[in-house]
């Protein structure tokens, strides 16, 4: 897998390193048919003026200075402007990772030291870690520049893109804080302790796409669709002592999960259609 070259800028300190990035999307996607021959829907590029069909070679990227006049910027230009110096991480400022608000973090990749700069990275990341620290800085990504954040992570270092302020926006509503009496604090409280477990990524998965796959492959095969069984859900909380008490007590102690509520009765079968 080919990563992104660049390097971190860190005073007068050079590193070549190279980006890779650390998450996938793993969705199911689905193509568009027409309904009655079942072809897949195309989407055609066409010209207003000649109405044809326009290759990929046939299409250039134009800004729109005056309504209706544009100026044509071909990737030669566009990478003729990036200097090295724009394609490094350039170091800013060391934070606390808590001053930075959760909305403001992106997309992570993971960063890997090119030959040679194997020391002077780990150097980088030993210094963060023993001072608590996090790298706040700047850095060229396609066509714009985006703050990021180095993050050490484990033994390896993470760059997670940051938003900038202008991209987050304001809460609409402020969060209310209304007064809660002592004893309901201290039972939601215990309701935490009871459902607290080292975080472990490989617990959670995508259940809701394994049944997709599971209807898919259902579905080829000819097979019955049934309806899931419904977990019952409280509609609104009548008292909440109430609610966190049969809480409390739904739980079991094992590993932060909750014991589960019993099914509620199957719903009428359907039959998949031919």
Do not use: W
């Not at 689905?30 to 009655?36: I, S, T």
């Not at 850095?139 to 991209?167: F, K, R």
């Not at 607290?196 to 990524?201: E, L, N």
């Not at 259940?207 to 309806?227: F, N, P, R, S």
């Amino acid at each position: 897998m080919a990563g992104r070259k660049g390097a971190i800028a860190f005073g007068l300190v050079y590193i070549p390193v190279e980006l890779f990035t650390a998450t996938q999307d793993d969705a199911v996607r689905f193509n568009q048919l027409a309904k009655d021959s079942m072809k897949r829907v195309r989407y055609v590029k066409t010209c207003p003026d000649c109405k044809r069909e326009l290759k990929p070679e046939d299409i250039v990227k134009g800004y729109q200075y005056e309504k209706g006049k544009y100026v044509v910027v071909d990737d030669e230009e566009l990478d003729a402007i990036k200097t090295d110096a724009d394609r490094a991480m350039k170091i800013v400022q060391f934070s606390d990772i808590d001053e930075v608000p959760p909305l403001y973090f992106e997309k992570p990749y993971q960063v890997v030291a090119q030959p040679g700069g194997e020391k002077a990275l780990e150097l980088l990341r030993r210094a963060m870690v023993d001072e608590g620290k996090i790298a706040i800085g700047t850095t060229v990504l396609g066509n714009s520049e985006t703050p990021i954040a180095l993050i050490p992570h484990d033994d390896d270092l993470v760059m997670m893109t940051l938003h900038y302020q202008s991209e987050v926006k304001d809460v609409p509503k402020t969060l209310q804080h209304p007064d809660v009496a002592d004893e309901e604090l201290s039972m939601a409280k215990q309701l935490v302790e009871s459902m607290t477990a080292p975080f472990d990524p490989s617990r959670f998965r995508n259940t809701y796409q394994e049944k997709l796959m599971q209807l898919i492959q259902d579905k080829i095969a000819g097979k019955q669709i049934v309806a899931e069984s419904q977990e019952a859900q409280p509609s609104n909380i009548i008292n909440l002592m109430d609610a966190l008490s049969a809480s409390l007590k739904a739980r079991d102690g094992k590993d932060g999960e909750p014991k589960k509520p019993a099914p509620a009765k199957k719903p009428a079968r359907k039959r998949a259609s031919a």
